[in-house]
């Protein structure tokens, strides 16, 4: 047993060894991130890159791009944070070379390369091909909503904007006739009558000059004495014109969530009607006003107007389709609960009916009837209760979208306008978007997709495309033409005829939720010809080989969107705008494939 604690000496130097490569084991895994974006093609993230001019070297993209990389691989999304890494973490100082870029620099080099991550995420899927990874058996296809970088609380229903719309444009005439009233025909800054004319304002400059009081140079700052008056009386107060006060314009901050950005031309949006006129109207007037600070001031009033107006067009144009993605699934689960209780109704009947058969049968024959008691009436059946439980939820749930969807469809995001209200599965909305993934058998992101339909039966054709798009990468990589995708799996979210009937490969969906049709008996028959797709489809997953293939689709992609949510970050995008959300889940992905990598090279091993 030791007799002392071991010396803590913070002021001893060279506590970590003298060269980088030596402060990390040489089989952590930011040496194969590193190494992995060296092989890589980067020469998408090099285009942006100023070189052979004056001013500071920039950073090497490569380092920014291993930077980003490392950083989404721990969760860390926010700029800042990245920063502070860079500062405080020995990994994050092995990527960066020492280095410490700024989170201006970071967050700009993310912006700037948006169409780069997909490149990215092809480039780490040609690698993972080229490892023996992308077992294409089945693939599985789902859907998460993932929070926007905006607040619910920022949505403006139509109403809302058009209050905006009409408190701008009865600021901006009443700040005209206010300035109108007060200045006439002139614009504010004309000089007097009396000094207008060459001769008389030099002179009345040099009888100023006159009656200026001697200025003190010593450190004595008392006032001094004020100056005899003139022979000739001085103008009068009332010729100067008085500093104008502030106008009374609501601030662009309050209106749009934005700071006041720099002043440039504004063009009148080009729409119908006296719209148009008055905008044009409002932005002739902010150009041709001489000064400088009440110019800018109504530029900025009239950029925030068009802002407005432009939302408040897109919002309209949106507005009538965007309900019926949201009430469908809710329909279609009603009308699920409904086909469940008929049956349950039916089975009861035709119990009831057989048992009265044997009864009367038995009395006819001498006998006292059917032993045992009586049938339960149909409409006193548990089961029939429990069914009828779930249609009246399923009812309310819809009425209840309904009357909120109203609210939902009519709105748009002024600090995010590309991202919609998204309804979860516990009936609340939230402010994101719809991020699409597709999985392989080994865990793979094959490809991913981000929409602004919260609906996912509308994303089935893109996702099926684009998981096609992935397989050909794979079957490139590997030169093996018989490399193609064996069965799609999809969960009931995408459940409809037209998808069914989609062209691509085979596929399996869920019809319906499980625990509403258990207790009845599945066909024995297949259905005929002219049965719906869905009928066929219920049919085929009555297979036992065929549901324990569908019983595979929660292990293959549900853990992958769970690591992209929880591990990676995204249960929040960091950018905002519908692209650059995208290229986030792009980058998301990638990070997830290249560890996926790196596991299954070191497992191979």
């Not at 939302?311 to 699920?336: N, S, T």
Request: proline share 7%; glycine share 6%.
């Amino acid at each position: 047993m030791a007799k002392t604690f071991k010396p803590v000496d913070r002021e001893q130097q060279f506590l970590l060894p003298p060269s980088v490569l030596d402060w990390l084991p040489v089989g952590h895994q930011v040496w194969f991130v590193i190494d992995a974006v060296a092989q890589m093609d980067t020469s998408a993230f090099h285009r942006r890159a100023r070189l052979g001019g004056a001013g500071q070297a920039p950073y090497h993209p490569d380092m920014l791009l291993a930077l980003l990389i490392w950083a989404y691989a721990g969760g860390v999304t926010s700029s800042r944070q990245i920063e502070r890494r860079c500062r405080e973490d020995v990994a994050f100082m092995v990527v960066s070379g020492l280095a410490r870029p700024d989170h201006a620099t970071i967050a700009r080099f993310r912006r700037d390369h948006l169409a780069a991550f997909e490149v990215l995420f092809t480039q780490v899927l040609t690698l993972c091909g080229r490892a023996g990874m992308g077992g294409l058996a089945h693939v599985a296809i789902d859907g998460f909503k993932t929070a926007a970088n905006a607040s619910k609380a920022a949505f403006s229903d139509v109403d809302g904007l058009r209050r905006t719309v009409r408190r701008l444009v009865a600021q901006a005439e009443a700040d005209d006739a206010a300035e109108d009233e007060r200045h006439g025909p002139d614009s504010g800054n004309d000089l007097p009558p009396d000094l207008r004319e060459p001769r008389q304002r030099q002179q009345r400059i040099t009888e100023l000059l006159q009656h200026t009081p001697p200025t003190t140079t010593g450190q004595n700052t008392e006032p001094a004495e004020p100056a005899e008056p003139a022979t000739e009386p001085a103008e009068p107060a009332a010729a100067v014109e008085p500093a104008e006060p502030a106008a009374a314009v609501e601030p662009v901050e309050a209106v749009t969530g934005r700071a006041a950005e720099p002043v440039e031309p504004v063009e009148p949006v080009q729409v119908e009607g006296a719209r148009a006129v008055e905008l044009a109207r409002l932005a002739g007037l902010a150009r041709t006003d001489p000064d400088p600070d009440r110019r800018g001031r109504r530029l900025r009033a009239v950029r925030a107007l068009r802002r407005t107006l432009e939302c408040y067009d897109a919002l309209l144009a949106r507005q009538a389709a965007a309900a019926e993605p949201i009430l469908a699934p809710l329909r279609a689960r009603l009308h699920q609960a409904l086909t469940a209780l008929t049956r349950t109704i039916e089975q009861l009947n035709t119990a009831h009916t057989a048992w009265q058969q044997r009864h009367q049968a038995l009395i006819d024959a001498g006998g006292k009837g059917q032993p045992g008691p009586r049938p339960v009436p149909t409409e006193q059946h548990n089961r029939v209760r429990r069914a009828t439980a779930r249609v009246n939820a399923a009812q309310a749930r819809l009425d209840r979208a309904v009357t909120t969807t109203t609210h939902a469809t009519r709105s748009i995001n002024t600090t995010d306008p590309d991202c919609r209200l998204m309804l979860r599965h516990d009936g609340a909305y939230t402010a994101g978007y719809n991020s699409q993934n597709a999985v392989t058998a080994d865990h793979l992101v094959l490809a991913v997709h981000t929409c602004q339909d919260p609906n996912d039966a509308e994303q089935a054709e893109t996702m099926i495309a684009k998981a096609e798009t992935g397989a050909a990468v794979l079957r490139n990589t590997t030169r093996n033409p018989d490399l193609r995708i064996g069965t799609l799996l999809f969960d009931n979210g995408y459940n409809s005829d037209a998808n069914l009937q989609l062209p691509g490969p085979d596929r399996l969906i869920a019809q319906g939720d499980r625990r509403h049709t258990a207790g009845t008996t599945p066909p024995t028959q297949p259905p005929p010809d002219t049965a719906t797709p869905r009928d066929h489809m219920a049919w085929r997953l009555t297979n036992p080989e065929t549901r324990a293939l569908y019983r595979k689709r929660g292990a293959t992609v549900e853990p992958v969107n769970a690591h992209l949510q929880d591990r990676r970050g995204l249960r929040r995008h960091s950018m905002r705008g519908l692209t650059a959300a995208n290229a986030e889940l792009h980058l998301a992905a990638a990070v997830t494939n290249l560890l996926r990598l790196h596991t299954h090279l070191t497992t191979q091993t």
